[in-house]
Each structure stands twice: as C-alpha cells, then as structure tokens.
T-cell receptor, first 116, second 115 residues
Framework: GPKVLQIPSHQIIDMGQMVTLNCDPVSNHLYFYWYKQILGQQMEFLVNFYNGKVMEKSKLFKDQFSVERPDGSYFTLKIQPTALEDSAVYFC??????????????FGEGSKLTVL | AQKVTQTQTSISVMEKTTVTMDCVYE???????LFWYKQTASGEIVFLIRQDSYKKENATEGHYSLNFQKPKSSIGLIITATQIEDSAVYFC????????????FGTGTRLQVLP
C-alpha cells in the first residue's frame, strides 16, 4: 500500500538543541499530521497541515514546535529548543482527502527522539 | 470535543478463537468516521477498518468486523479466527465530520494471541 517515509528513524540530542524530523508523505495526499507517542501508549494529536498552513493544533504543540512543507518537499516538524519531555516517538501521517474526506490516515514508521 | 475511550488495556486469547475489543466515543457531531488501527511490535501502524456514522450496516474487512451501536456510541472491533500474528496493540480512532480533520485516538488495547 501507499508508504509514508520518515527520516531519521532515531535521533539522540542534548536538551536545548534543535531537531528537525522529516516526513515524505504519500505523493497525492493533501493533509499531513504529526502525532506523539510515549512508551507505546496513546497516540496524541499534535498538528495537521493543509495547503501550506497549520489547520489545527493541540495543547501539546508548544511554541517551540513548528511545521512546514516548503515547495512540496519534506513535511517537517521542528522543535527548538528541545526539552526532556519531548522524548517520544513522533509519527507522521498523511491523508488523501481534504475537507469532507473520511480522515483515513497512512502512517510512517515513526521517528524516535531521545532528549538527554 | 471529541473523545475516544478504550477501557481494556490488555486481552489474551487462544489462537483461532474470536475476540472483541471495546471502544466508546463522544461527539456532538451528527456525522463522523470511526477507525481501527493496529500497531505491530515493530511500531508500524496500519489501518484496519472504518465505519461511517451514517451507515447502518456494520463494516467488515477480511477477518475484521465492527459492532456499531450508535445509540450507545460504541464501536467494537471483532476479530474472528485469530492468528498469532494478530498480536498487537489496537487503537480506536474518530474523526468528526464537520469543520475538522483532526483524528483522535483511544489509549489502545494490547492483544496477545496464544498458541
């Protein structure tokens, strides 16, 4: 089936540094998402993105977080500066539908972030 | 606000039996979409099955089916003839139909299928 690619699969950084997580969505998909998962538990919604804009975000999407997809390249999640509580697995997802679609998501394999 | 609740944290069943996983949801919307996803031990998350709120028939997909009880805001996942490889964490999720593309997940149910 359609694949979402995430780079890197694992990153270890020191607290206070910047990190960028990259996502290559399925090519004809319109909506992009980031989710945060800690210790294999609940998938927490962070943000969704459509037509170059953040559409919705949760309380977990702190001011230190930002997303963009410049010129149809990677959809990125940037955290600057990082904090210890940002350690988690971050999943990117994409959906082929815009508003009015079902919202069925296709997930990447996750980027594990460890903040020391 | 939309909310999804899975009260079963862990279930163990014998291979080749049938298992039901529970999920209840909260929404003020009259139109919404309900999903089940599976997360394998490797972390991969795979879409399994979807129920559209306006459809009365329970969705089925291979050995997965849903028990949609709209008056109870309930969407159970039924797996028949379970196999060892069905062992995974199963997430229920919902997207409200109007003015949002946010998909909210439950806390997951870990299924262990024993030989």
């Amino acid at each position: 089936g359609p694949k979402v690619l995430q780079i890197p699969s694992h990153q270890i950084i020191d607290m206070g540094q910047m990190v960028t997580l990259n996502c290559d969505p399925v090519s004809n998909h319109l909506y992009f998402y980031w989710y945060k998962q800690i210790l294999g538990q609940q998938m927490e919604f962070l943000v969704n993105f459509y037509n170059g804009k953040v559409m919705e975000k949760s309380k977990l999407f702190k001011d230190q977080f930002s997303v963009e997809r410049p010129d149809g390249s990677y959809f990125t999640l940037k955290i600057q500066p990082t904090a210890l509580e940002d350690s988690a697995v971050y999943f990117c997802a994409s959906s082929p539908y815009g508003r009015g679609g079902t919202g069925q998501l296709y997930f990447g394999e996750g980027s594990k972030l460890t903040v020391l | 606000a939309q909310k999804v609740t899975q009260t079963q944290t862990s279930i163990s069943v014998m291979e080749k039996t049938t298992v039901t996983m529970d999920c209840v949801y909260e929404t003020r919307d009259s139109s919404y979409f309900l999903f089940w996803y599976k997360q394998t031990a490797s972390g991969e998350i795979v879409f399994l099955i979807r129920q559209d709120s306006y459809k009365k028939e329970n969705a089925t997909e291979g050995h997965y089916s849903l028990n949609f009880q709209k008056p109870k805001s309930s969407i159970g996942l039924i797996i028949t003839a379970t196999q060892i490889e069905d062992s995974a964490v199963y997430f229920c999720a919902m997207r409200e139909g109007s003015n949002t593309n946010k998909v909210v997940f439950g806390t997951g149910t870990r299924l262990q299928v024993l030989p």
